[in-house]
């Protein structure tokens, strides 16, 4: 597999507090990577690195050949998608023009093109969020602004998919839903990288964990490995047992 992301030894602090320490690690395409990890271990932080919004202290990202600051800001916006884990809900666009916004890497006039109406009416309607495309953006609930918010990343028709906790607000339904359309994407030839602390939906849609811990990537395991050794799972919890689903994949249960 070609490696289409390539992070070599990022280091990344917020003032004397050190939240990534060398952290390498690379993906292809095809690939749906899961980003866990407690709270303030980095995660948020490391794919800001990634979509280029954060500078790091130390290390580099290479994407597809070519070092990220060789990119320009166009250009880079065409290869990464990148949806953080808040966004202001009072933005005065309705859910369509904000999920145009994915296009604007894409167009060199201030109208969409005929391209651009079908990349974003197909995001909105694989997120469920078309029957919306009317309404003001603040109008909207928690869930169907999450759900506009991740098919405006769906439409920068971008190589590489860097999710912030994409299913935040979203119910059991379309959780599921969300997590099926990114490995979709990845079936399809994408990168998608989705930082979550839904252990399950992780083991269930993705094909590999990125365990963050002390600033490092702890564990890296595939997650069709992941039942083989539980010693991951105690970086989370105690009250966490790790078994399998009747089908003999991996599955999370709380004590």
């Not at 290479?62 to 070092?67: A, F, K, P």
């Not at 884990?85 to 904000?98: G, K």
């Not at 490995?183 to 269930?204: F, P």
Request: aromatic fraction near 8%.
């Amino acid at each position: 597999m070609s490696r289409l992301l390539e992070v070599d030894g990022i280091s990344f602090a917020y003032g004397s507090r050190s939240v990534l320490d060398s952290v390498s690690f690379h993906a292809g395409a095809g690939e749906f990577l899961a980003l866990i990890g407690m709270n303030g271990s980095g995660k948020s932080t490391l794919l800001d690195i990634v979509s280029g919004f954060r500078r790091p202290e130390a290390g580099s990202v290479v994407i597809g050949g070519r070092r990220q600051l060789e990119w320009k800001r166009r250009e880079m916006a065409q290869q990464v998608s990148h949806l953080p884990q808040s966004i202001h809900a009072d933005l005065p666009f309705t859910a369509e023009q904000l999920v145009g916004m994915g296009r604007y890497p894409h167009t060199d006039s201030w109208f969409e093109s005929e391209e651009d109406h079908r990349h974003i009416r197909a995001a909105m309607e694989r997120t469920s969020s078309w029957p919306h495309r009317h309404r003001p953006f603040q109008s909207l609930s928690g869930g169907e602004r999450q759900r506009v918010l991740v098919a405006a990343c769906l439409a920068q028709n971008a190589a590489v998919l860097l999710l912030d906790e994409p299913s935040t607000f979203l119910d059991i339904e379309q959780q599921l839903h969300c997590f099926s359309v990114l490995r979709d994407e990845a079936l399809a030839g994408k990168l998608c990288i989705a930082a979550t602390h839904d252990l399950n939906l992780a083991l269930t849609y993705c094909t590999r964990l990125l365990v963050l811990a002390n600033g490092v990537i702890a564990w890296d395991i595939r997650t069709a490995e992941a039942h083989e050794n539980k010693e991951w799972l105690e970086l989370f919890s105690r009250r966490l047992e790790l078994g399998t689903t009747p089908s003999g994949a991996p599955w999370v249960w709380y004590q």
